[in-house]
């Protein structure tokens, strides 16, 4: 049944950050180099891959699949999130925007007991985006609260690198 689930979720987050990149280009593109869709690296906690999907120049789908060392299990994480304001620099080189989002996270086979987490968080971050180039840089961290098995504080973060193909 958690295999069923995980490939069920992982299915429905790859299409959903997929799909932006899959339309045709506008004029107004946005994303690092006017691409919407990256792949990349996230180190911290917890370690693993990455990918973020634009839906408008402002809103993203992102997603962390990673090992965590702390539940010692497989995590999975979702966000929407939405760049609340790009601060300024003075440079044309890059962006600096400053996001925050909700979602959520599933740890299988967490612990001793080999147990399934649930949690909601609420990330915020800030990437560096540059404008002639498809790669971003980020720093992102994520407070949230367990829901199943039981109540407690979460915390998940990290800095990470991604790659825009689309």
């Known amino acids: 049944m958690k ?5 069920s979720f992982l299915a429905v987050l790859l299409t959903v950050c997929a799909a932006p990149a899959l339309q045709a280009k506008s004029p107004s593109a946005y994303g690092p180099k006017g ?4 792949v990349g690296l996230h180190l911290g906690e917890p370690t693993g891959f990455t990918l973020k999907g634009y839906l408008t120049q402002r809103w993203a789908l992102d997603g962390i699949f990673a090992w965590s060392f702390i539940d010692d299990a497989l995590t999975i994480i979702g966000d929407a999130t939405f760049e609340i304001l790009d601060i300024p620099v003075d440079t044309n080189v890059i962006t600096l925007p400053f996001y925050v989002g909700g979602g959520g996270k599933v740890a299988i086979n967490a612990g001793d007991d080999d147990r399934t ?3 909601i ?3 915020v971050g800030l990437a560096v985006q540059w404008v002639n180039h498809p790669v971003e ?3 992102e961290l994520g407070p949230g609260v367990k ?3 039981e109540t407690e504080f979460d915390l998940t ?7 825009y193909f689309f």
């Open 137 to 139: 840089v980020f720093l």
């Open 117 to 119: 987490e649930a949690a």
């Open 157 to 163: 973060g990290g800095i990470g690198v991604r790659y």
């Open 3 to 7: 295999r069923i689930l995980l490939s």
């Open 121 to 123: 968080r609420v990330p």
């Open 35 to 38: 691409k919407r869709f990256g």
């Open 147 to 149: 829901v199943a098995p």
